[in-house]
Structure formats: structure tokens, C-alpha cells
């Protein structure tokens, strides 16, 4: 948008005296103007002009491909040329505390699990998912030292996990219950920390994502068994307050959301050495590895989906009697990702 209001010159300026405004009084004048603007025309704004983004805050729970998405897309520059000026004030935090802080306003988007979400959701606080990159894939693994060839070995032994309550720390109680174990569970917050406890001896199994699980058992000759996630994937999500106040926005994210799936399973040249960046690997035949690995489990259409929903619904149950009429509606909204493949703009990324 070009402003066309033609500014004084110095000599009118002087023969006008004190009762012609500045020319910081008309830029003021137009500033506020701008500010006082519809959202919808502020980041059109933006984006035009390409000089002013709407800053946006993303938190992720884990440090990992699967939850890389929005880090991927900000380091390509795919949501900077649609006015939004993406930041991560918080990665590896851990499922629940992304959601919690996104709940309380630290951050507008979180990268995390359906469990967190559903659990929020329960308490009745406000959270939203808008989006499942992923399909159900083994993503996450009990680690196990090199001894240890078998689960129920694990009875009475001490396991690394993230957090007591995370997804991938419930699905890692859950794994080894099935078999018939009892184990103690330490939380250490990060999978650095858990694989650095599961080398020095300090633990017996950790829980560790698939990124880590191919170092594991080059180096040390670890064990490797499934976690049972119980078809929560891991999902991308954003508040109801915030689709009301300003979809626009949303939209633009989730297009840029979109847009990098699209990259990450089109352009290894380009997502390769983001991974390795992202993940802090060095050997980049690992990180070419890993997104071989991922590019067919990213979605081209990422609509929210819960295949567990029911085994969902029966976990939480104990904690939340609501749990078991717990709707995938109560949890999601699809209309945006409903709307990108109704307007033709999934099919256009694929065309070819």
C-alpha cells in the first residue's frame, strides 16, 4: 500500500508557522493509523511491502524430526515471505510444558503430543490441534543395554524418560507394563540426557526417538523395541482464542506449515543440512539416513487424525471421567487444512 499524502515542503513549513503539523507528526498520525488497522490488513501490509512481519512464537516438546516441521520452514524462509517472522523460545521442552505455555500465552503454536492436548483440553483449557504431519509411524523406541534382549528383563530396573507425564514417557510405562515388568522411571528432560545416562551406565533403558536410536546401536550395540504410542501422533497446535481473533494469521501458518512438508519430502538438498543443524549431527550420511527414513511418513495432507483415539480416551479415564465421550472434535480443528486442500492449494504443491 502506498501512502499518497504529499508532505510540506521546508519553505511552506516555515510560512505556515506552528499550526502545520511535523513530518513526525504525520508519520505518528499514519503509524497509529496502521496499528489501529485490522489485523487481516496489517499482515497483507506486510507482506506487500515485505519491510514489517507479524512475529509469531513456536515452542516444540521434542528434538526431533518428526517435530521439526515449523523449525524447517522458518530456517527456509518459507513463512518469511508470507509476513511472518518465526521464532523458537522454547525446543526439547517436553510435551506437557509446550502445551501448558502455550495455554498461557508464551508462545502462539506448539509442537507436541495428541495426549498433552487431550489432557488440556479435559482440564477445560484452551487448546487446539490444527494439524498432524506425521502418520502413525515407529518413531520412538526403549533402548536397552546391550544385555538386555528382552522387555520383561526390564522388571524392577530404572528407565530414562522425558518427563513423568509426556506422551512418550506415558507410551514408554505402557510398553513395558504390557509385557509384564515393573521398573522405576527417571525423568531427565531431554533425550541427550537420557542417551548420556544409557552410555555411562547410570540407567538400564531409555526412551529415545528414532534419531538417536541409529547412534545407539552403531556405537554401543544397544537394543531397540518399539514404543507403543497408542495412534496419538504427535501433532501441531495452536489456541481457539487465537483462530477467533486473527484466522488470517493461522491461515498463513498453516500454509507455510504445509509448504514445508512439501520441501522436506522434495528437496533433500535443501532439508539435509537443516536436519544436521537442527538435530546437531555431523556425519550428514545419518542425517541423509533419517530423512529417507521420515519422507514417507510426513503427509502431504496433514489432517488432524487419531487412530488410538479410543485407547486415548480409556488412559485418561481414570484421571478425567469426561474422558470417555471425549470427542476428536473437542480436540481439533480441521477446517484449515480442510480448506488448503479444497481451494486446490495441496494439490498445486504436488502437481510436479
Known sequence: MRNTTS????????????????????LLHFVA???????????AWAQDGQTVGRHVRVATGLLA?????????????LFKRRGIDMSFPAIAVGGPQAAAGLIRGEWEFAHTGALPVAEEVLKGQDI?????????????????????????????KKIGVLTETGQTSVAARVTIEKVGATASYVPLGKFERIYAALAAGEIDAGALPIDLRFFGQVRYGWNAFPLHEFGTPSIFATTRKLVASDRTLVMNVMQGFVE?????KSRPDIVVP???????????????????????????????????????????????????????????????????????????????
Open 65 to 77: 524430526t518428526w517435530q521439526c516441521t515449523a523449525w524447517l520452514g522458518a530456517e527456509a524462509g
Open 128 to 156: 487446539v490441534i490444527l494439524a498432524t504431519p506425521t502418520s502413525e509411524f515407529a518413531n520412538a523406541f526403549i533402548m536397552t543395554r546391550k544385555e538386555i534382549t528382552e522387555l520383561a528383563q526390564l522388571d524392577r
Open 260 to 264: 514445508t512438508i512439501h520441501l522436506f
Open 274 to 352: 537443516l536436519l544436521q543443524r537442527y538435530l546437531r549431527i555431523e556425519d550428514r550420511k545419518v542425517a541423509e539416513e533419517l530423512h529417507a527414513y521420515h519422507v514417507s511418513v510426513f503427509q502431504n495432507v496433514p489432517r488432524p487424525s487419531f487412530p488410538g483415539m479410543q485407547t486415548l480416551r480409556e488412559l485418561l479415564a481414570s484421571k478425567y471421567p469426561g474422558a470417555l465421550s471425549l470427542k476428536e472434535t473437542d480436540i481439533a480443528d480441521y477446517s484449515f487444512i480442510d480448506e488448503l486442500e479444497r481451494n486446490g492449494f495441496i494439490n498445486r504443491l504436488y502437481a510436479g
Open 7 to 26: 508532505l510540506p515542503s521546508a519553505t511552506a513549513r516555515s510560512k505556515q508557522g506552528s499550526a502545520s503539523p511535523s513530518r513526525r507528526a504525520i
Open 33 to 43: 493509523g496502521l496499528l489501529a488497522a485490522p489485523a487481516a490488513f496489517r499482515l
